[in-house]
């Protein structure tokens, strides 16, 4: 492999829509997207810091720590390691934060932080297992190679998150060097990235350099002080912290501000969930009044994917309208209406409302 850096700006990236441009934020037009598998140009982006530069030449995985084996591996050896692919769905923790009221400081998402790909890498579990991870230990690190300041507080930080040291979770998780049966484009994480299965994005460690088993919890910034529901800006006694995604749904098509005859159409959008499966999606034309169950419309519908949904709408009359739509996982989990707001402004899931016009005489201007 090359060695990995940007060297255009918006490289490969064309069409997405920018909330930040340094560090690089883009989010996807969801209405563009036609296929199940989101293709990689067209997969949002999320980063808190500049693109690393990374030397291919000397670059290494090390997974040590609280361990009696540690163990380094280049590329190509993990290239020779069983492999897993996966379909996974991720949606990034802020994704529809500008729907709040009040408003949350963060990147102001709409509704396209969001994205389905299929991945294919290493199984952590496989990685774990040769370094003989010692009794006691509670949590393993992730480190990304990317680093950079913060407002909130002095000094130079990576990119890094931990997990709970639970078996049955990291059995789930892979670190993955290809994204849609290609080489894993640099700005999704090239040369490894993790994937945790049902957990929002911030999981999802890009540019993997470091693997650490750890006795005592993580207090580093992207997990002691991002990544907390706070209820109040200084409650970190009470905050909770940010782990598998809720149950969401959005539409796509139409977009707000889309003016409509009478006629028939079909309503378009994507439902997704953490670990259950998505087993109703309903529609509202009224402002949530009535609602009406809509068809979930993927071909393929797994566990950790998104599914596309369907809903044929007949309007016979001018007016506005409210689009609505709420869905419903095989865990029991609905939508609210209005979401839990939270300092941070994470895991916003109340339903997406579509504003519709349909004119009945013609528009004087
Ligand atoms: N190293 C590193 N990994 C990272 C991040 C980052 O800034 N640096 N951002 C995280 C967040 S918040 C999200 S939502 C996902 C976005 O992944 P993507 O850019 O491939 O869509 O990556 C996660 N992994
Ligand atoms: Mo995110």
Same mark, same amino acid.
């Not at 700006?9 to 989010?27: H, Q, S």
């Not at 199940?36 to 040590?64: C, K």
């Not at 809509?294 to 566990?303: F, M, N, R, T, V």
């Given at each position: ?207 993997? @350099?470091?693997?650490?088993? #750890? ?8 997990? +002691?002080? !991002?990544? %907390?529901?706070? =209820? ?79 809903? @044929?709408?007949?309007?016979? #009359? ?8 709420? +869905?419903? !996982?095989? %865990?029991?989990? =609905? ?31």
């Amino acid at each position: 492999m090359p060695n990995l850096s940007v060297t255009a700006p918006n490289e490969g990236k064309a069409g997405l829509i920018p909330a930040k441009t340094e560090p690089e934020n883009l989010e996807c037009p969801l209405g563009l997207v036609t296929t199940w598998l989101v293709p990689n140009e067209l997969f949002y982006i999320r980063n808190h810091f500049p693109y690393p530069q990374i030397d291919m030449a000397t670059w290494s995985l090390s997974i040590g720590g609280q361990c009696q084996r540690p163990v380094a591996f280049h590329y190509d050896e993990l290239l020779k390691m069983p492999r897993v692919t996966k379909n996974v769905t991720f949606e990034c923790a802020g994704n529809k934060r500008s729907f709040l009221t009040p408003p949350a400081a963060g990147e102001q998402y709409g509704i396209g932080a969001v994205g389905n790909a299929k991945w294919t890498g290493v199984p952590l579990s496989y990685l774990l297992d040769l370094t003989q991870i010692d009794a006691g230990v509670q949590e393993i690190i992730f480190t990304g190679s990317d680093s950079g300041q913060r407002p909130d507080m002095p000094g130079e930080f990576n990119y890094q998150r931990s997990l709970p040291f639970q078996k049955e979770l990291l059995a789930e998780c892979l670190l993955a060097y290809e994204m849609n049966d290609e080489p894993l484009p640099f700005k999704h994480g090239a040369p490894v990235r993790l994937i945790v299965p049902g957990w929002y994005g911030m999981a999802n460690v890009k540019w993997l @350099t470091g693997i650490t088993a #750890s006795a005592t919890p993580f207090e580093g910034p992207f997990q +002691a002080v !991002d990544y %907390l529901y706070l =209820q109040r800006e200084d409650d970190y006694q009470q905050a909770v912290p940010v782990t598998e995604m809720k149950v969401n749904s959005v539409i796509t098509w139409p977009s707000r501000g889309e003016v409509l005859k009478p006629g028939t159409y079909v309503l378009r959008g994507l439902a997704w969930t953490g670990k259950g499966m998505i087993t109703k999606v309903s529609v509202s034309t009224d402002d949530g009044m009535n609602w009406t169950d809509a068809i979930l419309a993927s071909p393929e519908h797994q566990q950790f994917t998104w599914t596309f949904w369907e809903y @044929t709408w007949t309007i016979s #009359s001018p007016g506005h309208y409210s689009l609505m739509v709420k +869905a419903e !996982d095989s %865990l029991g989990n =609905q939508q609210p209406r209005v979401s839990a707001w939270n300092v941070k402004g994470y895991g916003n899931n109340m339903m997406h409302q579509v504003p519709a016009f349909v004119p009945g005489t013609p528009m004087v201007h």
